[in-house]
């Protein structure tokens, strides 16, 4: 049973518009729930991490957390082609472990 | 950028040899991980340290060793290659465990015919 769970996609936008994606997890003790990028043939990139519940902005990324419900989602605004990449969801229990999800690729049409 | 570089980036090897990955640091940090990542699968941790002769297994860790003789450099061992280990390997560190992000290095992508 997977910890972390992403839809696959593709997720398509078209230029300009908000990006939603989320993800659950399963482990109620996580702690630590991180965002990263990444491009096709290259290694992840920290985007975005929350720790609380509630929203973090951070330039026209948005993290929202939800401990009760269990998710987590992250929100692009004004999507551009640049962030056509796959995302990736990651969660830590507050241990070495750090849980990922298997990605969203989101497509953003010009 | 983080200071992180793995070596060799590309590696093609045959079945029944032994391949060592390599990662290094400049950033002085205690953690660091090797992960492997393969479609369907996403990033499933193989082996990680979190200090200086101190190695614990992940989920995926058959197959492989670790050792870590200095802060910098994180060794991964395929002691006899498979098949089924052909997959990009990633080299991960980080200042303290849980609490704050992981950083990537560049990825060694393996071969094995």
């Known amino acids: 049973q997977k910890e972390v769970e992403q839809n696959s996609g593709p997720l398509s936008v078209p230029e300009g518009a908000i990006a939603s994606l989320n993800c659950t997890y399963s482990?109620?003790?996580?702690?630590?729930f991180f965002w990263y990028r990444q491009y096709s043939g290259k290694s992840p990139e920290l985007i975005m991490f929350?720790?609380?519940?509630g929203d973090k902005e951070d330039g026209r990324f948005t993290a929202q957390l939800n401990k009760a419900s269990q998710y987590v989602s992250l929100l692009i605004r004004d999507s551009q082609p640049s962030d056509s990449a796959t995302y990736l969801c990651a969660v830590s229990s507050g241990t070495y472990k750090y849980i990922f999800g298997t990605g969203t690729r989101l497509k953003v049409l010009a | 950028d983080a200071g992180i570089t793995q070596s060799p980036r590309h590696k093609v090897t045959e079945t029944g040899t032994p391949v060592t990955l390599r990662c290094h640091q400049t950033e002085n940090h205690r953690y660091m991980y090797w992960y492997r990542q393969d479609p369907g699968h996403g990033l499933r941790l193989i082996h990680y340290s979190y200090g200086v002769k101190d190695t614990d297994k992940g989920e995926v860790s058959d197959g492989y060793s670790v050792s870590r003789s200095k802060t910098e450099d994180f060794l991964l061992t395929l002691e006899s290659a498979t098949s089924s280990q052909t997959s990009v390997y990633f080299c991960a560190i980080s200042p303290s465990q849980g609490q704050e992000t992981q950083y990537f290095g560049p990825g060694t992508r393996l071969l094995v015919l």
């Open positions: 482990d109620r003790g996580s702690q630590s």
């Open positions: 929350i720790y609380s519940n």
